[in-house]
């Protein structure tokens, strides 16, 4: 929240000027860099008019609270206004979203998106976003947890006419969405007299809603116990139903004795990390228990969102990043589920945190400190950037500074790779994150491997693959620059070149662009087949049939593995990076990138004498099979 004071005096601080200095103030101090033109226009021309708009309506004594951020998230309403409901005489509360829009037209295959002339691509309905901030209030702020009535919410378009605005009402208005344009301003005024009330003022409102609890609610906890559970359901095997019960009976000992532990789940990837995650996040919700699940990849959390919240979207509020508990209280969640932990970064600042949460404390800190129970699921072997820290030496380290028990349960099993503990243990061998150097495929019944002699062979082999129902996927170590994402409707930028074949990356962005699908969806829909993926899209997925592309930063030279850091293009490299970390980080890469596949893996390097050993320790498998 950037500024709060009565609607009064917003409404003289605007006219004498001081008002938006004090925003911009206020910004600077908390961001660390000053507002944007647009960001600025919008305070001068749109606050003004709320503000009179509120006195004008008599609620002079109500409560404003400008740029008030969501808790636990970084969106940000434009207004919440504070006090006393005329009827009820409770707290009552109007998030209020301000637009200078003269005329926005519903997307035709989709009301809840809208086109503006100011924008190339479609935003969200003003109803539906305010709807989506009044919902997420209730979810999460423990003002509203037992009242979700006692909020409202209403876009108000105080440059548009009702002719140039209406067609947004396709959608349904329900009590957290209506909308008014300057044609109806009487209407707002009359609105908001039904929410607040002039005779009481409300700044204590406002501290209720600012004194609120950040958890999830009771109701939203009901929603994802039914949601998450209810979805294709798995059984856990052994050591993963050990993992499943130590993070349960930590829950309940914390439960009653104000006991606070720490649990380590480690394991290769597709052991079942993500589904024990998936199936404690909802047997905590059952049990009634607050509980977060975070990780630190865009992709996989985007992707766990669509998969526990298609039905209901309120639970995809439930997944968080990692770097979404920088203010959190502490032990203020039961259990934080944190999946893919080997992704932890030093701290969570960025370049957008603001200035006053730029402390320096770990991100493993911060983790640990905002649960009884936080859950480490993770696969040392698959941190690929400087600074990841998730590794059970650090959490142990960090749990010790506490004085707190850390169990680790490690998991064996494999599921992925078609459950081939062979591949996955050649893989390791291979690339030399496992002692004893690499050895000669033997091949078994559950993983296939090849190895091709061209990206074109490589590439047909795949479509013939999917020809036959299965899904595939290419990926490549970073070793080709990355064009900017073209405009829509221009082809993509065919980065990745090997001779005479070329494909794009897949793109960076969240929308999709000339049929490719947007970055956190390239593993999971079919249309990213075509891209190159990288390793940060497809760490913590699978596919059918894997194709990777070793590139020149990793060659086999006479009896050994040698790293090129020149030929990576990944820019989380720096010249700071020390050239063993960087090492490190490249072998972690290929092997994650070689652990993709569920059925069979093809590889190809761009580097001959890397090939000809591929060949060697593959032996006559890819001779037979790679052919269409």
């Keep these: 929240m950037l500024f709060r004071a009565s609607a009064r005096t917003v409404a003289a601080m605007g006219l004498d000027g001081s008002l938006f200095l004090h925003l911009t103030e206020q910004f600077v101090h908390m961001h660390g860099y000053r507002p944007g033109p647009s960001e600025a226009r919008s305070w001068e021309r749109s606050i003004p008019v709320l503000a009179a708009a509120l006195n004008d309506a008599g609620l002079g004594d109500v409560e404003v609270l400008l740029e008030y951020a969501l808790p636990l998230n970084s969106k940000r309403a434009d ?165 499943y019960r130590m993070v349960l009976n930590a829950v309940e000992k914390a439960k009653y004795s104000d006991h606070k532990e720490v649990v380590v789940v480690t394991g290769g990837p597709g052991t079942g990390k993500s589904v024990i995650a998936l199936q404690l996040l909802g047997d905590l919700y059952r049990r009634g228990v607050p509980a977060f699940h975070a990780t630190g990849s865009q992709s996989f959390t985007k992707t766990m969102r669509k998969v526990a919240g298609e039905r209901k979207r309120d639970v995809q509020d439930l997944f968080k990043y990692f770097n979404s508990f920088m203010t959190a209280e502490k032990n203020s969640l039961g259990a934080l589920i944190c999946d893919e932990a080997h992704r932890i970064r030093e701290t969570s600042a960025n370049r957008f945190t603001s200035a006053q949460h730029r402390t320096g404390r770990a991100q493993i800190d911060e983790l640990i400190d905002v649960a009884y129970v936080p859950v480490f699921f993770l696969d040392e072997h698959q941190v690929v950037r400087p600074g990841e820290m998730g590794t059970v030496a650090d959490i142990k380290a960090a749990a010790a500074r506490r004085g707190l028990p850390c169990h680790v349960v490690p998991l064996d099993s494999q599921f992925r790779c078609g459950g081939s503990d062979a591949y996955v243990r050649w893989v390791v061998r291979l690339l030399g994150l496992e002692p004893g150097g690499p050895v000669p495929w033997d091949p078994d019944d559950r993983m296939q491997l090849l190895v ?175 052919p269409v």
Excluded at 108 to 124: G, K, N, Q
Excluded at 165 to 171: F, H, K, M
Excluded at 498 to 527: C, E, H, K, Q
């Design 79 to 243: 207004a919440v206004l504070a006090g006393v409901h005329p009827a009820t005489g409770e707290p009552s509360y109007v998030v209020v979203e301000l637009k200078q829009w003269s005329q926005a037209t519903p997307d035709e295959d989709d009301p809840t998106l809208c086109h503006v002339d100011a924008y190339t691509h479609p935003v969200l309905n003003p109803i539906e976003q305010v709807r989506r901030y009044c919902r997420y209030l209730v979810n999460f702020n423990g003002a509203f947890a037992e009242h979700p009535e006692r909020v409202s919410g209403v876009a108000y378009l105080h440059n548009a006419t009702e002719f140039g605005t209406s067609g947004l009402r396709e959608i349904e208005l329900d009590n957290h969405g209506q909308m008014f344009t300057a044609e109806h301003r009487g209407d707002f005024l009359a609105y908001l007299r039904t929410r607040l009330s002039d005779e009481h003022p409300g700044a204590q409102a406002a501290d209720g809603l600012l004194a609120g609890k950040i958890v999830p609610s009771r109701q939203l906890m009901a929603v994802a116990a039914k949601e998450v559970r209810e979805r294709e359901q798995f059984v856990l095997l052994d050591e993963q139903q050990v993992a």
């Design 452 to 626: 091709a002699d061209s990206p074109e062979e490589m590439e047909a082999f795949l479509q013939a693959r999917r020809a036959q129902g299965y899904g595939a996927r290419m990926s490549a170590g970073y070793c080709w620059r990355w064009s900017p994402e073209p405009k829509p409707g221009e082809p993509l930028p065919a980065d990745v070149v090997i001779g005479d074949w070329a494909r794009p990356w897949n793109l960076r962005g969240d929308r999709s662009v000339s049929g490719a699908p947007p970055a956190a969806l390239w593993a999971t829909d079919p249309a990213g087949f075509g891209q190159v993926g990288c390793v940060y899209t497809a760490q913590g997925f699978e596919y059918d049939w894997s194709g990777v592309i070793i590139g020149p930063d990793l060659v086999w030279r006479g009896d050994q593995w040698v790293t090129d850091r020149t030929q990576s293009k990944d820019p989380v490299f720096k010249k700071s990076t020390p050239d063993a970390d960087v090492d490190r980080l490249i072998r972690n890469t290929y092997k994650v990138l070689l652990t993709r596949g569920m059925v069979g893996t093809v590889v190809y390097s761009t580097d001959p004498e890397t090939r000809e050993k591929l060949r060697e320790l593959v032996d006559g498998a890819a001779r037979e099979a790679v």
